[in-house]
Every structure is written in structure tokens, then in C-alpha cells.
């Protein structure tokens, strides 16, 4: 129940209190609609906390009804380990740097590819949403919907 009478455009951020949501995606006055992370067209560019390699967080299909999302990019030397804290990085111009995405739950190599892509749990349980926090660009606060009501 918020919208451009709120202040709120397209692509801003949306978080709660443990981390990100996702984007919003269409807007008008008095409402918005909002891409989860775990949506399979969903891609954020993050940095694995403690080593600060640079990633990719993208929706899948084969995981979205779990709640969760997949990590690919990682380079070849990047030190990634499950149970690694994951966070939007500065680039891409969506989200500010530094807002918890979630965890490596698990790591996997990709047969015959000498790649690697690991599976992430959000930090944000979207079966159980009940209050969201849109970010202006600036990363201030435009809206906070306390009325209980999911993305």
C-alpha cells in the first residue's frame, strides 16, 4: 500500500530488519510491486564478507520454492566457504553496499567446468515477511510498511 505518494520509484531497494528483499519493479501511487531475490529473474551483485570476492546472487527456478538462490562468477582463486556471509556489493547502482543477503549453505563444482556455484540462504525468510523498509537511492528510509502486508 505504498507508492509515488510515499516517495517510492522504481528500483528501489526493499529490506527488513535481517536483510534483502529484492527491488521494486513497477509503481504507481499507491502501490508497488516488488522482485524478491529469490525471483529467477533476479540478479544482485554481491561480495562474500570476509574475503571480499566479488559474486553474483541470482535467482533459480529449481530454487525459488525453497526460498533460496544461487551464487555463480566465483572466481577461480576466490576463498568461499559454506556458512560465508554474503552482501550487496557497490556495483550494479541498486543497492547500497553492504546489506545482508545471506549465507552459503552449500558449495558445488559444475562437472567438466572447473567452475563453482553455491546455493545461499537469504537472511530474509520470504515465507514469513510481515514489515518491509524501501530505501530511497540515497539509502534513506521512504517507506516502512507496518501494516503487516508481504511484498
Not at 576463498?79 to 554474503?86: E, F, H, R, Y
Not at 550487496?88 to 547502482?93: H, L
Request: aromatic share 4%; glycine share 10%; net charge neutral.
Amino acid at each position: 500500500d505504498r507508492g509515488t505518494s510515499d516517495g517510492v520509484k522504481l528500483f528501489d531497494p526493499v529490506v527488513t530488519s535481517k536483510g534483502l528483499v529484492g527491488k521494486i519493479v513497477e509503481v504507481s501511487s499507491n502501490s508497488a510491486k516488488v522482485m524478491a531475490i529469490i525471483d529467477e529473474t533476479s540478479t544482485v551483485m554481491a561480495r562474500v564478507t570476509k574475503t571480499k570476492d566479488l559474486v553474483r546472487i541470482r535467482g533459480a527456478s529449481s530454487l525459488e520454492y525453497k526460498g533460496m538462490c544461487q551464487m555463480d562468477r566465483i572466481a577461480e582463486l576466490a576463498d568461499i566457504s559454506v556458512g560465508d556471509i554474503i552482501e550487496t556489493a557497490e556495483s550494479g547502482g541498486i543497492y547500497p553496499k553492504g546489506i545482508v543477503i545471506g549465507k552459503v549453505k552449500e558449495i558445488n563444482i559444475v562437472a567438466g567446468e572447473n567452475s563453482r556455484y553455491a546455493i545461499i540462504e537469504p537472511a530474509v525468510d520470504f515465507r514469513r515477511i510481515d514489515k518491509v523498509i524501501i530505501l530511497s537511492k540515497s539509502g534513506k528510509k521512504v517507506a516502512d510498511d507496518t501494516n503487516g502486508d508481504t511484498p
